[in-house]
């Protein structure tokens, strides 16, 4: 299939595309709860002349190819979406009220299923065999290893993976793809959550309670010592804490007070998050017990640091300027060759197989698209779905071509 097939198909599948995807949107589903969700993909996949199995407790996957001996690329799409209530004004409005599309999901999803598409009536095509995989629970950082668990990279094995993330937000036009470049393209990412307990009591006789709220205050500011005086200059680290909570009234002192964050870092062996949480762990210890109380510190939801092989992000980067010329630009113009903040449970897949990852701009700020990921009014321009389609299809096309002898 030519350059110019790619996109004159998958053009033509603008309309259906924008069908799905505004389908989906209006249905948004979390975690591994995704009745509706799975059963429409799957659905489609059957109507594409896939014959789809479920893997895992709530993904699926399907096999385009494979008539040709040869190596097997994975192209992936996460479904869920997030538990927030939608502000977006948009004809196709989540119509589950607290769950919304809100990172794109619904867009990766049908860009995927256009390449299903375009891949089953190319298949005799195929050198080797492309693997879909329609991924849960991203948001929370356990589909990903819950499919690996359940044999995601086996029968048949898979020798390189790629997948797509649209942005809004940014400056940059609608339809560009951004390609990452090798080695560490996004931070790893661990939850925490302390609990300081002390004794509660009236706020008008403090010397017969013991506050944990003033303990928890002198832990949440030490705790920021870590990065700056404890990480070696050429390390990186970053320590938030996103909530705070402390009893129900302004006259009463608590018996507890709470804090959850996350810690992220760029070390693939995650030895910095083991000296941060180490350090998070002693310095809770003494805080609390200076101030007479105790406390517990919880740590969950690991994901790691997302690994690019510079191998495969060159081809990649390679066939998306044959696809779309100016269009498609290596992502470290646009970074500096920095890591980015945010975390991708795709990372537990680019610490087996070769990974790449691209990313699509879906609405430009420069055209109304102001608000970015995760914000409840975020919108996306759904008009590039074709593009995210055609670069799905043109990766796998091309790198089974000539690596997939």
Same mark, same amino acid.
């Given at each position: 299939?030519?350059?110019?097939?790619?996109?004159?198909?998958?053009?033509?599948?603008?309309?259906?595309?924008?069908?799905?995807?505004?389908?989906?949107?209006?249905?948004?589903?979390?975690?591994?709860?995704?009745?509706?969700?799975?059963?429409?993909?799957?659905?489609?996949?059957?109507?594409?002349?896939?014959?789809?199995?479920?893997?895992?407790?709530?993904?699926?996957?399907?096999?385009?190819?494979?008539?040709?001996?040869?190596?097997?690329?994975?192209?992936?799409?996460?479904?869920?979406?997030?538990?927030?209530?939608?502000?977006?004004?948009?004809?196709?409005?989540?119509?589950?009220?607290?769950?919304?599309?809100?990172?794109?999901? #619904?867009?990766? *999803? &049908?860009?995927?299923?256009?390449?299903?598409? $375009?891949?089953?009536?190319?298949?005799? !095509? /195929?050198? +080797?065999?492309?693997?879909?995989?329609?991924?849960?629970?991203?948001?929370?950082?356990?589909?990903?290893?819950?499919?690996?668990?359940?044999?995601?990279?086996?029968?048949?094995?898979?020798?390189?993976?790629?997948?797509?993330?649209?942005?809004?937000?940014?400056?940059?036009?609608?339809?560009?793809?951004?390609?990452?470049?090798?080695?560490?393209?996004?931070?790893?990412?661990?939850?925490?959550?302390?609990?300081?307990?002390?004794?509660?009591?009236?706020?008008?006789?403090?010397?017969?309670?013991? #506050?944990?709220? *003033? &303990?928890?205050?002198?832990?949440?500011?030490? $705790?920021?010592?870590?990065?700056?005086? !404890? /990480?070696? +200059?050429?390390?990186?680290?970053?320590?938030?804490?996103?909530?705070?909570?402390?009893?129900?009234?302004?006259?009463?002192?608590?018996?507890?007070?709470?804090?959850?964050?996350?810690?992220?870092?760029?070390?693939?062996?995650?030895?910095?998050?083991?000296?941060?949480?180490?350090?998070?762990?002693?310095?809770?210890?003494?805080?609390?017990?200076?101030?007479?109380?105790?406390?517990?510190?919880?740590?969950?939801?690991?994901?790691?640091?997302?690994?690019?092989?510079?191998?495969?992000?060159?081809?990649?980067?390679?066939?998306?300027?044959?696809?779309?010329?100016?269009?498609?630009?290596?992502?470290?113009?646009?970074?500096?060759?920095?890591?980015?903040?945010?975390?991708?449970?795709?990372?537990?897949?680019?610490?087996?197989?070769?990974?790449?990852?691209?990313?699509?701009?879906?609405?430009?700020?420069?055209?109304?698209?102001?608000?970015?990921?995760?914000?409840?009014?975020?919108?996306?321009?759904?008009?590039?779905?074709?593009?995210?389609?055609?670069?799905?299809?043109?990766?796998?096309?091309?790198?089974?071509?000539?690596?997939?002898?």
């Amino acid at each position: 299939m030519t350059t110019r097939e790619v996109i004159k198909e998958a053009e033509a599948l603008q309309g259906e595309l924008t069908a799905i995807r505004r389908e989906l949107h209006r249905h948004p589903e979390t975690g591994f709860e995704l009745k509706y969700t799975k059963a429409f993909v799957k659905q489609k996949l059957e109507e594409f002349g896939y014959q789809p199995t479920e893997l895992g407790k709530a993904g699926l996957i399907a096999l385009a190819g494979g008539k040709t001996p040869g190596k097997t690329i994975l192209l992936r799409a996460d479904m869920d979406a997030l538990p927030i209530h939608e502000e977006a004004e948009v004809e196709y409005k989540s119509q589950n009220d607290g769950k919304m599309h809100g990172c794109g999901h #619904d867009m990766h *999803t &049908a860009m995927l299923l256009g390449a299903a598409k $375009l891949l089953k009536e190319h298949e005799n !095509e /195929l050198k +080797g065999t492309v693997k879909l995989e329609f991924q849960p629970a991203e948001e929370i950082f356990q589909g990903s290893p819950d499919m690996l668990k359940a044999g995601l990279l086996e029968d048949p094995h898979v020798d390189a993976a790629v997948m797509i993330h649209v942005t809004a937000g940014m400056p940059l036009p609608s339809g560009t793809v951004m390609v990452s470049g090798g080695g560490i393209s996004s931070t790893s990412c661990e939850q925490y959550h302390i609990t300081v307990k002390g004794k509660g009591g009236h706020g008008s006789t403090p010397h017969e309670a013991i #506050d944990p709220i *003033t &303990a928890a205050a002198h832990i949440h500011i030490a $705790l920021q010592e870590i990065n700056s005086r !404890e /990480l070696d +200059g050429n390390q990186f680290g970053i320590f938030t804490t996103g909530r705070f909570e402390a009893g129900k009234t302004s006259n009463v002192i608590p018996d507890t007070a709470e804090m959850w964050g996350t810690i992220r870092t760029t070390d693939p062996e995650n030895e910095v998050g083991d000296l941060i949480k180490t350090r998070m762990k002693q310095i809770c210890s003494g805080i609390g017990a200076a101030f007479r109380c105790e406390t517990e510190v919880e740590f969950y939801d690991y994901c790691p640091c997302m690994v690019i092989e510079p191998q495969l992000a060159a081809d990649t980067l390679r066939y998306m300027k044959e696809l779309l010329g100016d269009s498609a630009i290596d992502l470290a113009v646009i970074s500096g060759g920095k890591a980015g903040g945010g975390s991708e449970d795709f990372a537990f897949v680019s610490h087996r197989v070769p990974t790449v990852s691209m990313f699509l701009t879906a609405g430009s700020s420069k055209d109304g698209y102001i608000y970015s990921q995760h914000h409840p009014k975020v919108r996306f321009d759904d008009s590039v779905l074709y593009r995210g389609s055609a670069a799905y299809a043109f990766a796998a096309l091309n790198w089974l071509n000539e690596h997939g002898q």
